[in-house]
DNA sequence: TCAGATAACCTAACGTCGTTAAGTAACGTG
DNA sequence: CACGTTACTTAACGACGTTAGGTTATCTGA
């Protein structure tokens, strides 16, 4: 707060007319990251094929984490205490998860998936959850000092094998 | 520090007397999960074939994450300074990713991947990051305060889909 | 056996942090 | 021009991690 304040020239004390709290200002910010990441996977939207569309989402999920680590963390990983409901203001159509699932129910209807998957949650949850380790993985990198002996693969190569590992596992045809 | 120390019955100060600061303390607790976390991954060393040994461990790594959330956070997700390469005292030999990577190596050998899979480290990275991204989701729940329309499906019923969907990826004959 | 070192622990205090209380200056509205 | 609201200030509180300095118990060696 008082770090916050000194670069905008104000006390510490002047944010709190404009936010209650650390979390609500924390918040606020954390949501203009997940409109942010949003945004970047909405474009997408211009690809024709859905099953295209949630392997490019994937890929530019991680490098959306890998380009923008401090963001992502603190989207994801900073403990905060839960926000009120009525400061849950993201909108769907501006949710990047809202978007994978869409695209999970389309490629479900034209039958791209092998017919034990019939449950676009899960599913949407496999693909999401897949990329979402890896850029985990990528932005706690430090932490790895822990596992020396961790070699850890750029994340684009590994973007891109998961993504093709994870399709490749639930398409009922491999064009890839 | 403080809460500690009263809960042990001892001033904050005697801490001071047995570990350097706060960080080595807590990176010792962590080093001691990580222990527990490799011995649990460890157990799956009974099972015969590599590629049930890898599955189980999926499996397990998430339910350990489930189990005990507190401390996975804390292992993975906590920031904290690196560590001295002093301080880094963990074994591989009780290290839950060394044996991940030597069971990869293992059914490598008896040729259970498709041929386009030939780096183990990508391999065993791609193992881990799928099932880690599911833990991290699982671990964090409350921050999709966010997503209310996120319906997380059972870490247990999304843990099998998704070691069975990596499996189907990257395994040559797909047993299950 | 006893001096001296070492270890384990204490109290007091410092600086930093998030936050609150109380006050002041500027501004828009009747 | 009075008045409430807004934007901001200084001063201070309590909690935190940490340090300095002192006290007591325990162990070691001549």
New interface residues.
């Given amino acids: 707060m008082r770090r916050i304040a000194d670069q905008i020239g104000y006390t510490a004390t002047a944010i709190y007319h404009h936010f209650a709290d650390k979390d609500a200002l924390l918040n606020e910010l954390?949501?203009n990251d997940?409109r942010a990441l949003g945004e970047a996977l909405r474009q997408m939207e211009q690809l024709p094929d859905p099953i295209d569309r949630i392997r490019a989402m994937g890929v530019n999920y991680i490098k959306f984490a890998v380009n923008h680590p401090e963001q992502f963390?603190f989207m994801?990983?900073v403990?905060?205490p839960?926000?009120g409901?009525d400061v849950?203001t993201?909108d769907?159509a501006e949710?990047g998860?809202?978007f994978l699932l869409a695209n999970v129910h389309e490629a479900m209807e034209r039958g791209a998936f092998l017919p034990a998957f019939t449950?676009a949650?899960?599913l949407a949850?496999?693909f999401?959850?897949?990329?979402?380790?890896?850029?985990?993985?990528h932005v706690?990198k430090?932490?790895d000092?822990?596992?020396?002996?961790?070699?850890?693969?750029e994340p684009g190569?590994?973007a891109e094998?998961?993504v093709?590992?994870?399709?490749?596992?639930?398409l009922k045809s491999t064009s890839a």
Same sequence: chains 1, 2.
């Fill in positions: 954390c949501l997940f963390r994801f990983l403990e905060r839960i926000p409901p849950i993201i769907p949710d998860y809202a449950d949650e899960l949850q496999i999401w959850g897949s990329v979402h380790g890896l850029a985990v993985i706690t430090p932490r000092g822990i596992h020396p002996w961790l070699d850890l693969r190569e590994s094998a998961m093709d590992v994870v399709c490749r596992g639930v």
